[in-house]
């Protein structure tokens, strides 16, 4: 009995950080891609959601998107107001009927290999990864989208 009672504790202790290096958050993992990828469009200089749909064509001609700065700004456009609105811009197009990566793809890096990486970041941190606008889900599937800060 004592045998296997060591041999749960060994695994556990082995399993647990294992499991636990695993888990994305914005803090370990997104921001540093955000930061990299993405900030000089959607920094601290970028409006704020609510002024960027006031005045989108302007916003957009100036090669300023949403406010993507905080994690804050980033949770309106991953299950805040705008839900799903990130997942929709950085899918690589293997969700979608016509193939068609979104808008935002091209920019998680300067290569495939590198685009491909940081977007399994994103799912892994998302968990309920959905092109689904925010109308369009349910309780169950915004409560599943997870993206952990800490």
Not at 45 to 67: C, I, L, V
Not at 97 to 126: C, H, I
Not at 128 to 144: V, Y
């Amino acid at each position: 009995m004592s045998r296997m009672i060591l041999a749960v504790f060994v695994i556990l202790m082995v399993a647990v950080p294992v499991f636990a290096a695993e888990i994305v958050t914005y803090e370990k993992d997104i921001k540093g891609i955000i930061a990299k990828q993405c900030l000089s469009c959607h920094g601290s200089d970028a409006p704020t959601m609510e002024e960027f749909k006031r005045g989108e064509d302007a916003y957009k001609k100036k090669m300023k998107g949403p406010r993507y700065d905080t994690y804050a700004n980033l949770m309106v456009v991953v299950k805040g107001s705008d839900a799903g609105a990130l997942m929709r811009r950085l899918d690589d197009g293997k969700n979608t009927k016509d193939g068609k990566p979104g808008n935002m793809y091209a920019n998680l890096g300067r290569t495939d290999a590198e685009r491909s990486a940081n977007l399994q970041a994103f799912k892994k941190w998302v968990g309920n990864w959905t092109l689904k606008k925010k109308k369009e889900l349910g309780k169950g599937e915004l409560e599943a989208i997870k993206a952990p800060e800490k």
